[in-house]
């Protein structure tokens, strides 16, 4: 008898449960694992202290020909957000149209469904073709909207991405690169450190290639017209005008890339990062 659990949890914290029952008949859920909610789910809360199981529906009153002879395997589901809900199943084996139905995308046709191996890479799945849970761990499956796909590497991995941008952190994440590491924009003659909280635009030619270095100690940034190397990391702002020998009374601005001023406000805390620059004012109604 094949059993389908479904915990919700973000990747970052700690899981919630979320509440499923199917009441469907034996012939409806034969092949189609997708669950219904029930009432009385449990918080969705992702700081939650404990993870709950909680039965989801049985696939058949007959083992199925893909069960393991009662093991139950893992999954996890998320969509472009990397918030993952977590299933347990007696069928080692599942397709993608299964995997789609189990987070509640359909039509599965809308919708690009995606294996994270264990090799790190990101591949798609077919709805018709079959994803083996007899590795060990949890397998990570993404399911999101959409009718294009996007083809980069990452130090020589093959990953897709459905969407036209995806966040530095989050390819880290998906190509297991350690957090003192960074990832660098090849493009012939330019490479370019990417910041964690950069949004890398697949849709831009050149971006095809990701090399991963060790991130740099230290950043170049301008004051005026005067270039500073400062330690890579968080300052205030008063650790700034110190770094800067900015004249006392004087208030500091960040200039963003459209050439905005931005006051920084007094105990802000900014991550410095290259390139960036910053000039300085007298506050209104004072004099130079």
Same mark, same amino acid.
């Given at each position: 008898?094949?059993?389908?659990?479904?915990?919700?949890?973000?990747?970052?914290?700690?899981?919630?449960?979320?509440?499923?029952?199917?009441?469907?008949?034996?012939?409806?859920?034969?092949?189609?694992?997708?669950?219904?909610?029930?009432?009385?789910?449990?918080?969705?809360?992702?700081?939650?202290?404990?993870?709950?199981?909680?039965?989801?529906?049985?696939?058949?009153?007959?083992?199925?020909?893909?069960?393991?002879?009662?093991?139950?395997?893992?999954?996890?589901?998320?969509?472009?957000?990397?918030?993952?809900?977590?299933?347990?199943?007696?069928?080692?084996?599942?397709?993608?149209?299964?995997?789609?139905?189990?987070?509640?995308?359909?039509?599965?046709?809308?919708?690009?469904?995606?294996?994270?191996?264990?090799?790190?890479?990101?591949?798609?799945?077919?709805?018709?073709?079959?994803?083996?849970?007899?590795?060990?761990?949890?397998?990570?499956?993404?399911?999101?909207?959409?009718?294009?796909?996007?083809?980069?590497?990452?130090?020589?991995?093959?990953?897709?991405?459905?969407?036209?941008?995806?966040?530095?952190?989050?390819?880290?994440?998906?190509?297991?690169?350690?957090?003192? !590491?960074?990832? %660098?924009?090849?493009?012939?003659?330019?490479?370019?450190?990417?910041? =964690?909280? +950069?949004?890398?635009? /697949? $849709?831009?030619?050149?971006?095809?290639?990701?090399?991963?270095?060790?991130?740099?100690?230290?950043?170049?940034?301008?004051?005026?017209?005067?270039?500073?190397?400062?330690?890579?990391?968080?300052?205030?702002?008063?650790?700034?005008?110190? !770094?800067?020998? %900015?004249?006392?009374?004087?208030?500091?601005?960040?200039?963003?890339? =459209?050439? +905005?001023?931005?006051? /920084? $406000?007094?105990?802000?805390?900014?991550?410095?990062?290259?390139?960036?620059?910053?000039?300085?004012?007298?506050?209104?109604?004072?004099?130079?």
């Amino acid at each position: 008898m094949a059993h389908f659990f479904g915990v919700r949890s973000s990747l970052h914290g700690e899981p919630t449960a979320s509440a499923f029952k199917d009441n469907n008949s034996h012939h409806n859920r034969m092949n189609n694992p997708t669950p219904t909610n029930k009432s009385g789910c449990t918080s969705d809360n992702p700081n939650a202290g404990h993870l709950q199981d909680i039965e989801l529906a049985t696939n058949s009153e007959q083992p199925s020909h893909h069960s393991n002879h009662g093991k139950v395997f893992e999954l996890s589901i998320s969509d472009e957000n990397f918030e993952f809900r977590r299933f347990r199943t007696s069928d080692r084996k599942i397709t993608g149209a299964q995997v789609a139905e189990l987070a509640g995308k359909h039509p599965v046709t809308d919708f690009v469904i995606l294996k994270h191996l264990k090799t790190h890479e990101l591949e798609s799945l077919r709805p018709t073709e079959l994803a083996d849970l007899g590795e060990e761990g949890i397998e990570r499956f993404f399911v999101i909207q959409s009718g294009e796909i996007y083809r980069f590497t990452v130090e020589g991995l093959s990953m897709e991405w459905p969407r036209g941008s995806i966040r530095c952190s989050n390819v880290k994440l998906l190509a297991g690169i350690p957090a003192d !590491e960074c990832l %660098v924009l090849d493009m012939g003659d330019c490479k370019r450190v990417l910041e =964690d909280d +950069e949004m890398i635009d /697949l $849709k831009c030619p050149g971006v095809e290639e990701l090399r991963i270095r060790k991130g740099p100690k230290t950043v170049t940034v301008k004051y005026g017209e005067q270039e500073f190397t400062l330690q890579r990391r968080e300052y205030t702002t008063e650790e700034l005008m110190k !770094e800067f020998g %900015v004249p006392a009374g004087y208030r500091l601005d960040l200039i963003s890339k =459209d050439g +905005e001023f931005r006051e /920084l $406000k007094p105990g802000e805390k900014i991550k410095v990062k290259d390139c960036m620059e910053f000039s300085s004012h007298v506050p209104t109604g004072q004099s130079a």
